[in-house]
């Protein structure tokens, strides 16, 4: 595979920033195709389908995000085992991925489509709103089973040191989605309908790109039709990784979606002044998110080499590299947040609520820096439990709670919610801080598994 980054032996900046470049463009053109594609909805329809779709989108990004949090598991386990050379282990899994989150994906799917109308009046939409908001879930939901089935190759070809392809896939699906969205929203003003199915019919191709990618190139370990099977000793193993990491993304948005439903009872210009603003503030993540991964993949395979102090130089590069780009994008955030808002509405009310929204959540993003990188250490050396239970507790405990007291016992200004964000945050790094020293996740999670089990 010649995309492939040797990140056992190749120099660490190097091999870092060959390895996590495309997963930065990964992160920047959903940033770019995201904005663009509200950019056109809000120039073809009015507040109530920006609501609705921002509301819709929000729903989808607790699932989306949740399965790639899920399928990352898989591909740890990958990581670990090729650090380790046991090669046939990492076929069962590879070959067990495909048929358990397969399955996965479709039960997903079925029960997304099921509550659709109970999630949109959770989700507080009102009017036309509500009838742009269930049909654009109700389309999406069909579009589940191929976001697991392209996240279930990306994380593969990842945990090989192939980030590229992956990237590529969804620059071909991003493409789509735009083009589609300017014909179904703004020729055929078909609304938030449109939008849905731009968006699947895009999730089809970035599947279908990844799929016949396989067959032509196939992985650097040789895979046979036989070795697509069900294991319930891979799965159980797969799902011991993934889940607590499928259980913390899909909390943490899940606690955003919330918020976002406590803010449509202020009205639907505050609902589309949080839906812009968080699509903005979207660039000051894209570095965490790509290091993230990045350092996930490399704490992984050197942790199953025993190379600890190699983990710790990619560490404090990822620190160093992704904090300098996240404080760049906090500081335009903050001082350019106005004219950013008016790119999507003229509508005074909704820039300054987007406005206010923005420099708030640019502050969780400066937080944020130290987090994703030792959650990245945590979750590479299989300790995802820790990871989980840090990120599920600061928001059950800290953001929600805080949410519910500003609306309904201080009833302040909805733009106080966001501050929620970033207070829940400080107390994750401090979770954080403290689980580093004390040291436990050098010690990585593969060892206590009886590895030859796989294979019986």
Not at 78 to 100: C, D, P, R, S, T
Not at 415 to 435: M, N, Q, R
Request: aromatic share 10%; proline share 3%.
């Amino acid at each position: 595979m010649a995309n492939k980054v040797d990140l056992l032996n190749e120099k660490i900046y190097p091999s870092l920033l060959r390895f996590v470049t495309p997963l930065l463009l990964m992160w920047l053109q959903t940033s770019v195709f995201g904005l663009v594609d509200l950019l056109i909805i809000s120039n073809y329809t009015d507040t109530f389908a920006i609501d609705a779709v921002a509301g819709g989108i929000s729903v989808m990004n607790v699932i989306t995000y949740t399965i790639a949090a899920l399928t990352t598991g898989g591909g740890i386990l990958i990581g670990q085992y090729l650090g380790a050379k046991k090669h046939e282990q990492v076929k069962k899994i590879i070959g067990n991925m495909f048929v358990l989150f397969g399955v996965i994906g479709i039960v997903i799917a079925a029960i997304t489509a099921s509550l659709s109308g109970v999630i949109v009046s959770w989700l507080n939409l009102e009017g036309q709103a509500k009838v742009d908001g269930f049909n654009y879930l109700i389309i999406t939901a069909i579009g589940i089973p191929f976001i697991m089935g392209f996240n279930i190759i990306a994380s593969q070809l990842r945990a090989f040191g192939n980030s590229r392809s992956p990237f590529l896939f969804l620059v071909l699906a991003a493409s789509v989605n735009i083009a589609l969205d300017l014909v179904f929203v703004g020729l055929l003003e078909m609304r938030a309908t449109g939008a849905a199915l731009a968006s699947i019919i895009s999730q089809v191709c970035s599947f279908s790109a990844a799929l016949i990618y396989l067959r032509v190139r196939n992985f650097p370990i040789s895979l046979s039709r036989s070795d697509i099977r069900f294991s319930g000793k891979c799965s159980k193993m797969t799902l011991r990784t993934g889940l607590p990491l499928a259980l913390q993304d899909g909390v943490v948005l899940l606690s955003f979606t919330v918020i976002m439903a406590l803010i449509n009872l202020y009205g639907p210009e505050a609902g589309s002044g949080f839906g812009i603003g968080e699509k903005i503030t979207f660039f000051c993540f894209v570095p965490l998110n790509a290091f993230s991964a990045a350092l996930t993949a490399t704490t992984a395979q050197n942790l199953g080499a025993n190379q600890l102090e190699r983990t710790k130089q990619y560490a404090k590069a990822g620190l160093l590299m992704h904090g300098v780009l996240v404080s760049v994008a906090v500081i335009i955030c903050e001082i350019f947040a106005p004219q950013l808002a008016a790119l999507f509405t003229s509508d005074a009310s909704i820039i300054n609520y987007a406005t206010s929204f923005i420099r708030i959540i640019a502050i969780d993003a400066f937080i944020c820096i130290f987090i994703y990188v030792l959650n990245a250490l945590f979750m590479g050396s299989g300790h995802t439990t820790f990871s989980m239970m840090q990120n599920v507790l600061s928001t059950v405990l800290i953001r929600l709670p805080l949410a519910l007291v500003f609306v309904f016992a201080l009833e302040t200004q909805v733009t106080v919610l966001a501050f929620a964000y970033p207070i829940a945050s400080i107390f994750s790094l401090i979770a954080c801080l403290i689980y580093f020293k004390i040291g436990r996740w050098k010690i990585i999670r593969q060892e206590k598994v009886h590895i030859p089990d796989i294979l019986s």
